[in-house]
């Protein structure tokens, strides 16, 4: 065997017993096992509840999830930052911060929002604050910013792979309590909503032990050092909740945007078609994360890593791509014949958006690590603002497909943007603007 291929798989062989893979797998397995178990759930309420229900629940989901990420103001990807270099009293105070800060701005945000859509768009006209569907959706969100809290901070407390059994036993909540609504009776968007919510409030239930158990210690959390929290890492939250919004916005808005502009049926198959896309943006998204949870505290072969991570996600990208297109017939099947007829085209369209999302991705996970948000700044705010009135544009001009349209040319754009500054596999800017900086 030659020098190069021996020193070839030897690399392949610590990569595979890296961190990186064993956060990735993590991401991904909880990913994988949700969204399993998220099938199952929405192939229920496509069975049993009529098509504008769902359409109203995947409306109501969509806009928690997008509240939910708001909410965070950066407590997430900083708790990944800043808790391994903390002794367990100061992690516990971290976590406490984040968790009451994360949970009053969503809830603040959640009612804004509720009271707003509710007044002003006709597609979100089920939110009435004197119904029961106000409220479910500000409980969801709140539980949404704080599930998605705990996972975050548990890639850097303890197993990561312990947020897969409680990830799974909260789906699987969601769907044991939809059926027993269904089978009571109870097939409107309060009942379906409900379910959702308990399977949240599980899983955040079950975070909250684990984060006890892992953050040992006698001391109490005191306002006093709550406020200290806030004061030490008050900014350095915000330049991460600027960097997050930018990049996570265009996705979290596409739901919304298209609830507003297409009618409840059309929206329930979009719902289905999200749903399945997600999966395949998950892998190469899971990579991405655990890239910038390995290299924020552990500066070694950052660039080596990085190239290694960037080539594979590519991969498995271009892969899920051509299962998506080849696939979507028999994939959407599962819900149901409308919403295989309606679908099909839309999900071989999101298919296309794999290997351009990788790109980003992965460059954002690097200057994340390497503290330099300031860096990405100006192609944060340009595609951010490309990708949203790319699919508000399409969305007023071709309806569904319209949106998913004007997003693909964005992405495109802001892929060729990073390839023109020779970063298609991340981190050589990146790596010499650092060089010799405190970390």
Known sequence: MSRGRRRRESAFTAFRRSR???????????????????????????????????????????????????????????????????????????????????????????????????????????????????????????????????????????????????????SASKIVLLGAAVLAGRSGVDAALGAWLAGQLVACLLAVRAAVRLTPTAGRVTGGQMRAAVARFGGSAGRHHGMNIALAAPAALQPVIISAFVTADENAVYTTVRLVATVAFMAPYALAMALFAVSANDRQGAEQRARSVFRLSLAVSLLLSLVLLAGAPLILRVFGADYAHGGMADLRLLGLACPLLVVKDQYIARVQADRVLAEATPFVVVTTVLEIAGTVAGAATGGLTGSLVGWLLALAAGALWLASRHLSTPGSKVRRSTAGAPV
């Open 20 to 170: 990186v893979v064993a956060i990735a797998g993590s991401i991904l397995g909880t990913q994988v096992v949700t969204s399993a178990l998220g099938f199952v759930y929405w192939t229920v309420a496509a069975r049993t509840l009529s098509v504008p229900v769902v359409g109203h629940l995947g409306s109501a989901t969509a806009a928690a999830m997008l509240l939910g990420m708001l909410g965070m103001v950066g407590c997430g990807t900083l708790l990944i930052s800043h808790l391994p270099e903390l002794g367990p009293h100061r992690q516990r105070v971290m976590l406490v911060t984040a968790i009451g800060a994360s949970a009053g701005v969503t809830a603040v945000l959640s009612v804004l929002f509720g009271l707003v859509a509710w007044r002003s768009l006709p597609a979100f006209a089920f939110l009435d604050p004197a119904g029961g569907t106000f409220w479910l959706l500000v409980a969801v969100a709140v539980l949404t910013a704080l599930g998605n809290l705990f996972d975050q901070a548990m890639l850097v407390l303890g197993r990561p792979s312990a947020q897969v059994t409680r990830n799974a036993v909260a």
